[in-house]
């Protein structure tokens, strides 16, 4: 089954600090994993995404970390702000896929003032 | 402005009755998906098209319906059948170029199905 498990299912930071939440998947013929952030009452929006074949992304304060050989990878929010809180959600999915994306089961991000 | 519009953003279903969700875009897309997202469990599909005229259940089809007719409509039936429709409904489009390659999901702002 393609599974993707995410973790901690909530996390509480303060402004300024860091924020990381961890995915990993079972599948090895994933080759696309993005990460989505949802505000409540709306959809998801795509954030940042990669592929296997770079351990590393970053766009502005959010970095994607990738290891290929433990199946996981792990999203960063750098100087975590208030209107940062919202539900983030790992995806995967296998190019040229039909089906597409197999999303984790989310985290909710309180970020204090 | 392009996008996914849901309507209608609040729903209420009586028991035995069926309902439809509306999801309408504009962004030329070839494929459109419906999830469903419950707290804890993330978003898990129902159904989803690569074209018109064509659709294949995603995890979780029973007690749900669609139709692809059009290419910038995908409607959600919600039938009597599925006993436990409480949710929020999610519909997300994305095209099909390079399918070598994986195109980003749009999502609408959702429909929010309850049972009175």
């Known amino acids: 089954q393609q599974q993707v498990k995410q973790s901690p299912q909530s996390l509480i930071v303060q402004k300024g600090g860091i924020s990381i939440i961890n995915c990993a998947y079972e599948n090895t013929a994933f080759d696309y994993f993005p990460w989505y952030q949802q505000f409540p009452g709306k959809g998801p929006a795509l954030l940042i995404a990669i592929r296997p074949d770079v351990s590393e992304k970053k766009e502005g304060r959010f970095t994607i970390s990738f290891n290929k050989s433990a199946k996981q990878f792990s999203l960063h929010i750098m100087d975590s702000q208030p209107g940062d809180s919202a539900t983030y959600f790992c995806?995967?999915?296998?190019?040229?896929?039909?089906?597409?994306?197999?999303f984790g089961s989310g985290t909710q991000l309180t970020v204090l003032p | 402005d392009g996008g996914i519009t849901q309507s209608p953003k609040y729903l209420f279903r009586k028991e035995g009755q069926n309902v439809t969700l509306s999801c309408e875009q504009n962004l030329n897309h070839d494929a459109m998906y419906w999830y469903r997202q419950d707290p804890g469990q993330g978003l898990r599909l129902i159904y989803y098209?690569?074209?018109?005229?064509?659709?294949q259940k995603g995890d979780i089809a029973e007690g749900y319906s669609v139709s692809r007719e059009k290419k910038e409509s995908f409607p959600l039936t919600v039938t009597s059948a599925q006993k436990n429709p409480t949710a929020f409904y999610l519909c997300a489009s994305s095209s099909n170029q390079g399918r070598s390659s994986n195109q980003p999901q749009h999502f609408g702002d959702g429909t929010r199905l309850s049972i009175l």
């Open positions: 098209s690569q074209i018109v005229n064509d659709f």
């Open positions: 995806a995967a999915s296998i190019s040229g896929s039909a089906r597409q994306l197999t």
